[in-house]
């Protein structure tokens, strides 16, 4: 094992010094600076121990299926570099960056991080490695290993976002179930009369597809309802929103009625636009709304996530879109507060009900748990990098809006937002030759652009205003991750630019 | 994968058959390369707890992860739906179902209670029910459901109604008269008896319930609905839907199914109740239907869901196909109970028609097991020391009879073991012989010590 890792460390620091890694700027990754080292040495140094442990060798296994996973032991392993157990480990290379993503399609712009995020190599590896200690003895497992790991995670995230109990980390599968946590508890307080009917919860109109059907499923079925924010897009400036905001509140409050929750998304998700959710939080406590849930599906790993200065009661992020964990992972903050909060419960009720959310989280049922035990290995991941989790995001943020620009410019179209409006997507104008003229066209062009282009990324409808001459309908939602070169944006670029100089509209799609 | 699945087609929408195999049936070798995961060294007789999944169904999950991290849009588009489509397809088949319409797939028969209780609720807040009409069930229903039943209907204004489950018994009529007593009691005083949950195969202490007579009795005692949890029945009983008559029915398939984990089905007979059960993750689908709801519920691994069909292939390599392994299963679950209490002089908590794969039998009254604590901490010595994962029941001497004895006193505890293809002679062989050793060393339950 350490012979596999020596020439994967002498190889990064063959490239490394050679080829100076443009951490600074996110352009030159264009895929002819670097070769391709030979698979079978590139074995991830963390995991090059769990490979030849899948061997059957009954005295090996146990040693090694029974020891911790794989990051415990990363401070053994050496090489020729002394790592001594201070300081940081060697910064990712660009061969150790395409082996973690070289599951993805290699034929496919990957361009819409944003929807399904993405995982590296090494920590599906590590997800496997759970998976397996579960399959071999899964008693033993439940018994011993799984809270404890599951607590460790919470731990690790509270960190992260700064929160000041870890009792007030929750994990669950993604934004959406986090949704139903917090309005289920809603509904409740409507059917027992501590909300009167009429009352109000106010959401975005851009707010998620399924979180709207949410609020209409527990909300209005109980007697609440709802007001939605319209927001401008294209968008100029964070007072558009504060101002759209505020009236909505005024509305909800007419009448002596009374705001029982805001939803609000930290980055919408179509269009994406980053909203001044601490600005609009505190509106919400000066207007004496009850409840602040923060929806923050893109919101860990792609702007900053800090509990305290964002001030909400709940905040949700997904660790699978921009945390690099797998499918599916996500966090529920619920802020302790001295008062009594309100009492949330897990809808999938189990034997843990009545301990708090967070335990109650952690067993629905026999499940596969596995994706909420490698946090720490994704966190381990972006410490490759420079800067780590930081770098990543300034990094993304920079490349987005870089690539953007060079769009918009080919195109001749424009931004759907000023670039302090963005984290690591950005809305970029179509050209308004392709005629998208509905959510159908849309879809259709995105499906055109998958097969016959070879390019994923989401498309936009944008209503046109009355009056509006020539306007702009279409937006492409561009995402930018570290596995990204610029060799993606080129093939977007083109296959636009043929569209239109082909003459295509999406009036030409078969109805 | 199963590319060529979709062209053909057929397998999965038969009526399960068993397809003449040209080759052999799998070797005995063969199974133990599919269960080498499984830690060495353990005899592993709770398959009733988690379950078991041979590695070809890892590999085949494996490979449905790894087509959503290539590109996950392209898989989310146009792959996903078709997959579950063809795994409820399979799960139709298996269970007799008139339409897939009825069969959702859902992580495990807890999200089921889930579903349907939280309906149940609905309905007393919407003053459909009135506060006080009730829900039956029986006093062995698995912890989760019964938490379920308080945070959904208790909270909402419905009581609750337990049965006794006798236990040991010696013929399923002790069952039959108790419910119908349940059922009289929950109807006293003008009340509404608005749903029974019935287990199809009781958890601890684990027996086989004549569902079929139990949801007969119900539907003539005029029970609104009635929710089957059979988490343990796929691959350990026969499953007819049709037959057993309830309003839902849910099964683990990672349980007795060897899917991974998680993944179960939840049958909705189709009625005007449809269109009012939910999945509590509300996501873009609400509305169309439990199924389509069900699958997709935001953003997560739906692999677990999609092998169905290969396990179908999985189960066809063993003669008899499923059936054959049922029959299998029980035979040996059943010889080997009768070995034990044998061997230990006690007695069986069931007679073997009310048995499937799992069996209860007594445990030496020596042990001196007088409590739960006492039963688990038996268990953790047992896994620990002896490498024998079984879990243990602990069963209060009745106020009248007592209870049965062996030749030192009181029958007070029961091991549930369990036979599943991968388990040998051995496992038991080793259980009886850990037993009997604390026996003969004179140790009861109080003195063992944890490490």
Same mark, same amino acid.
């Given at each position: 094992?350490?012979?596999?890792?020596?020439?994967t460390?002498r190889?990064?620091?063959r =490239?490394?010094?050679c080829?100076?890694?443009?951490?600074?700027s /996110?352009?030159?990754?264009? /895929?002819?600076?670097f070769?391709?080292?030979?698979?079978?040495?590139?074995?991830?140094?963390?995991h !090059?121990?769990?490979?030849?442990?899948?061997t059957?060798?009954?005295?090996s296994?146990?040693?090694?299926m029974? !020891?911790s996973?794989?990051?415990?032991?990363?401070?053994?392993?050496?090489?020729?570099?002394?790592?001594?157990?201070?300081?940081?480990?060697?910064?990712?290379?660009?061969?150790?960056?395409?082996?973690?993503f070289?599951?993805?399609?290699?034929?496919?712009a990957?361009i819409n991080?944003?929807?399904?995020?993405?995982?590296p190599?090494?920590?599906?590896a590590?997800q496997h490695?759970?998976?397996?200690?579960?399959?071999?003895?899964p008693?033993?497992?439940?018994?011993?290993r799984?809270?404890?790991?599951?607590?460790r995670?919470?731990?690790?995230i509270?960190?992260l976002v700064?929160?000041?109990?870890?009792?007030?980390?929750? =994990?669950?599968?993604n934004?959406?179930t986090a949704?139903?946590?917090?309005?289920?508890?809603?509904?409740?307080a409507?059917?027992?009369?501590r909300?009167?009917?009429?009352?109000?919860?106010?959401?975005?109109?851009?707010?998620y597809?399924?979180?709207k059907?949410?609020?209409h499923?527990y909300?209005?079925?109980?007697?609440?309802q709802v007001?939605?924010?319209?927001?401008p897009?294209? %968008?100029?400036?964070n007072?558009?929103?504060?101002?759209? &905001?505020?009236?909505?509140?005024?509305?909800?409050?007419?009448?002596?009625?009374?705001?029982?929750l805001?939803?609000?998304?930290h980055? +919408?998700s179509?269009?994406?636009?980053l909203?001044?959710?601490?600005?609009?939080?505190?509106i919400?406590?000066?207007?004496?709304v009850d409840q %602040?849930?923060?929806?923050?599906? #893109?919101g860990?790993?792609?702007?900053?996530?800090?509990?305290k200065?964002?001030?909400?009661d &709940?905040? +949700?992020?997904?660790? #699978?879109?921009w945390f690099?964990?797998?499918?599916?992972v996500a966090?529920?903050?619920?802020?302790?507060?001295?008062?009594?909060s309100?009492?949330?419960?897990?809808?999938v009720?189990?034997?843990?009900?009545?301990?708090?959310?967070?335990?109650?989280?952690?067993?629905?049922?026999t499940?596969?748990?596995?994706a909420?035990?490698?946090?720490?290995?994704?966190?381990? @991941? +972006?410490?490759r990098?420079?800067?780590g989790?930081?770098?990543?995001k300034?990094?993304?943020?920079?490349?987005?809006?870089e690539?953007?620009?060079?769009?918009?410019?080919?195109?001749g179209?424009?931004?759907?937002?000023?670039?302090?409006?963005?984290?690591?997507?950005?809305?970029?104008?179509?050209?308004?030759?392709?005629?998208?003229?509905?959510?159908s066209d849309a879809?259709?062009?995105r499906?055109?652009?998958?097969?016959?282009f070879?390019?994923e990324?989401?498309?936009?409808?944008r209503?046109?205003?009355?009056?509006?001459?020539?306007?702009?309908?279409?937006?492409?939602?561009?995402?930018?991750q570290?596995?990204?070169?610029?060799?993606?944006?080129?093939?977007?670029?083109?296959?636009?630019?043929?569209l239109?100089?082909?003459?295509f509209?999406?009036?030409?799609?078969?109805? | 994968m199963?590319?060529?699945?979709g062209?053909?087609?057929?397998?999965s929408?038969?009526h399960v058959?068993?397809?003449?195999?040209?080759?052999?049936?799998?070797?005995?070798?063969e199974?133990r390369?599919?269960?080498?995961?499984h830690q060495r060294?353990?005899?592993?007789?709770?398959?009733?707890?988690f379950g078991?999944?041979?590695?070809s169904?890892i590999?085949?999950q494996k490979?449905w992860q790894?087509?959503?991290?290539q590109?996950?849009?392209d @898989?989310?588009?146009?792959?996903?739906?078709?997959g579950l489509?063809?795994?409820?397809?399979?799960?139709k088949?298996?269970?007799?179902?008139?339409?897939?319409?009825?069969?959702?797939l859902?992580?495990?028969a807890?999200t089921?209670?889930a579903?349907?209780?939280?309906?149940i609720?609905?309905?007393?807040?919407?003053?459909?029910?009135?506060?006080?009409?009730?829900?039956?069930?029986l006093h062995c229903?698995f912890?989760?459901?019964?938490?379920?039943i308080q945070?959904?209907?208790?909270?909402?204004?419905?009581?609750?109604?337990?049965?006794?489950?006798? *236990?040991?018994? +010696?013929s399923k009529?002790?069952?039959?008269?108790?419910f119908?007593?349940?059922l009289?009691?929950?109807? !006293?005083?003008?009340r509404?008896?608005?749903l029974?949950i019935?287990d199809h195969?009781?958890?601890?202490?684990? %027996?086989?319930?004549p569902?079929?007579?139990?949801?007969k009795?119900?539907?003539?005692?005029?029970?609104d609905?009635?929710?089957?949890?059979a988490?343990?029945?796929?691959? !350990?009983v026969p499953?007819?839907?049709?037959?057993?008559?309830?309003?839902?029915?849910?099964?683990?398939?990672?349980?007795?199914? *060897?899917?991974p984990p998680?993944?179960a @089905?939840?049958?909705?007979r189709k009625?005007?109740?449809?269109?009012?059960?939910h999945?509590?993750?509300?996501?873009?689908?609400?509305?169309?239907?439990?199924a389509?709801?069900?699958?997709?519920?935001?953003?997560?691994?739906?692999s677990?869901?999609?092998?169905?069909?290969?396990v179908?292939?999985?189960?066809?390599?063993?003669?008899?196909?499923?059936?054959?392994?049922?029959?299998?299963?029980?035979?040996?679950?059943?010889?080997?109970?009768?070995?034990?209490?044998?061997?230990?002089?006690?007695?069986?908590g069931a007679?073997?028609?009310?048995c499937?794969?799992?069996?209860?039998?007594?445990?030496p009254s020596?042990?001196?097991?007088s409590s739960?604590e006492?039963?688990?901490?038996?268990?953790?010595?047992?896994?620990?020391?002896?490498g024998?994962?079984? /879990?243990?029941h602990?069963?209060a001497?009745s106020?009248?009879?007592g209870?049965?004895?062996?030749?030192?006193?009181l029958?007070t505890?029961?091991?549930?073991i369990?036979?599943?293809v991968?388990?040998?002679?051995d496992d038991?062989?080793?259980?009886?012989?850990?037993?009997n050793?604390?026996v003969e060393q004179?140790?009861?339950c109080?003195?063992l010590?944890m490490?």
């Amino acid at each position: 094992m350490s012979r596999a890792m020596c020439m994967t460390w002498r190889h990064s620091s063959r =490239l490394f010094s050679c080829c100076p890694l443009p951490f600074t700027s /996110p352009l030159l990754l264009a /895929p002819s600076h670097f070769h391709y080292i030979i698979p079978d040495i590139i074995v991830s140094h963390h995991h !090059s121990h769990l490979l030849s442990s899948f061997t059957q060798n009954p005295s090996s296994q146990s040693s090694i299926m029974e !020891s911790s996973p794989p990051h415990h032991q990363q401070n053994e392993s050496n090489g020729t570099h002394n790592i001594s157990k201070k300081s940081k480990p060697m910064l990712i290379s660009e061969s150790d960056l395409r082996f973690e993503f070289s599951h993805h399609d290699p034929s496919i712009a990957r361009i819409n991080n944003g929807s399904f995020g993405s995982c590296p190599a090494s920590v599906t590896a590590a997800q496997h490695h759970w998976q397996l200690l579960f399959l071999r003895q899964p008693d033993h497992f439940y018994f011993n290993r799984l809270q404890p790991a599951i607590l460790r995670s919470r731990t690790l995230i509270k960190d992260l976002v700064n929160a000041d109990h870890v009792d007030e980390i929750s =994990l669950v599968d993604n934004a959406t179930t986090a949704a139903a946590i917090v309005l289920q508890q809603i509904a409740w307080a409507f059917t027992e009369g501590r909300f009167q009917r009429g009352d109000a919860v106010v959401m975005l109109h851009y707010a998620y597809g399924a979180v709207k059907k949410s609020i209409h499923a527990y909300v209005c079925r109980a007697g609440g309802q709802v007001i939605e924010v319209p927001l401008p897009f294209p %968008v100029n400036s964070n007072e558009e929103i504060v101002d759209e &905001f505020r009236r909505a509140l005024m509305r909800g409050k007419a009448n002596s009625g009374r705001v029982r929750l805001a939803v609000i998304d930290h980055i +919408t998700s179509m269009p994406s636009v980053l909203i001044p959710v601490k600005e609009l939080v505190k509106i919400c406590r000066e207007e004496g709304v009850d409840q %602040v849930f923060v929806d923050a599906a #893109h919101g860990i790993g792609c702007t900053d996530v800090d509990m305290k200065e964002i001030g909400a009661d &709940f905040y +949700t992020s997904n660790l #699978h879109k921009w945390f690099f964990c797998p499918p599916s992972v996500a966090f529920l903050y619920c802020r302790k507060t001295p008062e009594t909060s309100p009492e949330l419960h897990h809808p999938v009720v189990s034997h843990e009900y009545g301990n708090g959310l967070a335990i109650e989280s952690g067993w629905i049922g026999t499940r596969d748990y596995s994706a909420q035990l490698v946090v720490s290995d994704a966190i381990e @991941f +972006t410490n490759r990098f420079e800067g780590g989790i930081e770098g990543i995001k300034k990094r993304n943020h920079d490349g987005v809006v870089e690539m953007g620009k060079m769009l918009a410019s080919a195109w001749g179209t424009n931004l759907g937002t000023p670039q302090e409006m963005c984290a690591s997507l950005i809305m970029v104008g179509l050209p308004v030759s392709l005629g998208i003229s509905s959510d159908s066209d849309a879809m259709k062009l995105r499906k055109h652009l998958r097969e016959n282009f070879g390019v994923e990324v989401p498309i936009y409808y944008r209503h046109p205003k009355d009056g509006e001459v020539n306007p702009i309908t279409g937006y492409a939602r561009i995402s930018y991750q570290v596995y990204n070169t610029i060799d993606d944006y080129y093939k977007f670029r083109d296959a636009v630019n043929q569209l239109v100089s082909d003459g295509f509209t999406c009036a030409l799609f078969p109805k | 994968m199963d590319s060529d699945r979709g062209e053909n087609g057929d397998s999965s929408h038969n009526h399960v058959s068993k397809k003449p195999k040209l080759s052999a049936f799998i070797s005995e070798e063969e199974i133990r390369q599919e269960f080498s995961h499984h830690q060495r060294g353990i005899a592993r007789i709770n398959n009733g707890s988690f379950g078991s999944c041979p590695a070809s169904i890892i590999a085949a999950q494996k490979e449905w992860q790894l087509r959503f991290l290539q590109q996950p849009d392209d @898989f989310y588009f146009n792959h996903l739906r078709k997959g579950l489509l063809e795994s409820r397809t399979v799960v139709k088949g298996l269970i007799n179902a008139d339409s897939v319409d009825e069969v959702s797939l859902i992580d495990n028969a807890t999200t089921a209670a889930a579903i349907v209780l939280q309906q149940i609720g609905r309905a007393f807040a919407q003053g459909k029910f009135q506060k006080g009409d009730v829900v039956v069930m029986l006093h062995c229903a698995f912890q989760s459901v019964k938490k379920s039943i308080q945070a959904y209907v208790t909270g909402a204004g419905g009581s609750v109604i337990e049965v006794q489950l006798p *236990f040991p018994l +010696t013929s399923k009529e002790e069952i039959v008269s108790e419910f119908r007593k349940g059922l009289e009691k929950g109807k !006293s005083d003008g009340r509404h008896v608005r749903l029974a949950i019935i287990d199809h195969i009781t958890s601890m202490p684990c %027996v086989v319930v004549p569902v079929e007579e139990l949801v007969k009795i119900c539907r003539q005692e005029g029970v609104d609905q009635v929710f089957v949890d059979a988490a343990h029945a796929i691959g !350990s009983v026969p499953v007819d839907v049709k037959e057993i008559g309830a309003d839902f029915y849910v099964s683990n398939l990672h349980k007795w199914f *060897f899917c991974p984990p998680s993944v179960a @089905f939840l049958y909705c007979r189709k009625s005007p109740l449809s269109s009012e059960v939910h999945h509590p993750v509300v996501s873009h689908e609400f509305g169309n239907g439990l199924a389509i709801e069900s699958s997709w519920i935001g953003t997560r691994d739906y692999s677990s869901q999609l092998v169905v069909p290969s396990v179908l292939e999985f189960v066809n390599r063993f003669e008899g196909g499923i059936e054959g392994i049922m029959m299998r299963n029980h035979e040996i679950v059943v010889k080997m109970g009768e070995m034990l209490a044998k061997s230990w002089g006690t007695n069986l908590g069931a007679p073997p028609e009310m048995c499937a794969s799992m069996i209860m039998v007594g445990l030496p009254s020596r042990l001196f097991i007088s409590s739960e604590e006492d039963a688990m901490r038996l268990r953790s010595y047992l896994r620990q020391h002896h490498g024998i994962e079984v /879990p243990l029941h602990y069963q209060a001497p009745s106020d009248v009879e007592g209870g049965p004895k062996d030749k030192d006193g009181l029958v007070t505890g029961y091991a549930r073991i369990s036979h599943q293809v991968y388990n040998s002679f051995d496992d038991y062989c080793k259980f009886r012989d850990a037993i009997n050793q604390l026996v003969e060393q004179r140790r009861s339950c109080k003195m063992l010590f944890m490490e």
